[in-house]
């Protein structure tokens, strides 16, 4: 079975400092990863996606994501926090397998506050 | 725009009534979703539909009843509400199930939050 494990689930960094969120991933297939995020009272939006080609991932606002298949993780990275990144975010995954269901398996989210 | 909207946003009421919240997307995707999110943020799909047919039904009570009258539309409905009911329900959609390209990325709505008192 697939399951997706935030290892934050609060972050805290001053505004301009670089930005980790852990996420680590378990999987019997070869698995689909996303990160979503998710403003106060909004909707969840993607921010990246892997699916088997490029290891290293870019996303919107200047995110980033690595997948390394021997530690099974995908943690998302920024360079330079920005007020506007203060959100949870969401570590995601998809079995290749069950991939094209859409039965998505989310981690606990991690709340990203950003500092002035 | 192009988008998946979901009505109503917010919905306060009564334990026992019954409720629907209502999803339609313009994207032209042919799968559709609920998904529920609980108070500590934790998210689970609920049902899916691909073309009108249901494809996922996970396990939830089946005093929740999704319709999909065609497939840009799916809505959820709920008989005796219960207090465990209130979370904040998440509509999205996505391309052609079993497309080979790739994961398949779920465009969300924006939620509807449903307090049962």
């Known amino acids: 079975a697939q399951s997706v494990t935030q290892l934050d689930s609060h972050v805290s960094v001053s505004e301009g400092t670089p930005v980790l969120l852990r996420c680590n991933y378990s999987?019997?297939?070869?698995?689909?990863l996303f990160w979503y995020v998710q403003h106060p009272n909004k909707g969840l939006q993607l921010l990246l996606k892997?699916?088997?080609?490029?290891?290293l991932v870019k996303g919107i606002n200047g995110f980033e994501a690595e997948f390394k298949k021997s530690e099974t993780s995908f943690h998302l990275t920024k360079p330079s926090a920005h007020m506007s990144d203060a959100a949870e975010y969401f570590c995601v995954v998809s079995d290749q397998r069950s991939g094209n269901t859409g039965k998505l398996i989310f981690g606990q989210g991690t709340t990203l506050q950003v500092k002035p | 725009d192009t988008a998946v909207s979901q009505t109503p946003k917010y919905l306060v009421t009564q334990m026992g009534n019954d409720k629907s919240i209502k999803c339609e997307q313009n994207?032209?995707?042919?799968?559709m979703y609920w998904y529920k999110q609980d108070s500590k943020k934790f998210l689970k799909i609920m049902f899916s539909y691909n073309n009108k047919e249901l494809i996922i039904n996970e396990t939830v009570p089946n005093r929740f009843s999704p319709k999909s009258p065609d497939k840009a539309h799916l809505n959820l409905h709920i008989n005796s509400l219960e207090l465990g009911d209130s979370a904040v329900y998440f509509c999205?959609?996505?391309?052609?199930?079993?497309?080979?390209?790739?994961?398949?990325?779920?465009?969300f709505g924006a939620g509807s939050r449903l307090t049962v008192l």
């Open positions: 892997y699916t088997s080609a490029a290891t």
């Open positions: 994207l032209g995707h042919d799968t």
């Open positions: 999205a959609s996505s391309q052609v199930q079993g497309a080979t390209s790739g994961a398949n990325v779920l465009t």
């Open positions: 999987s019997s297939y070869s698995p689909s």
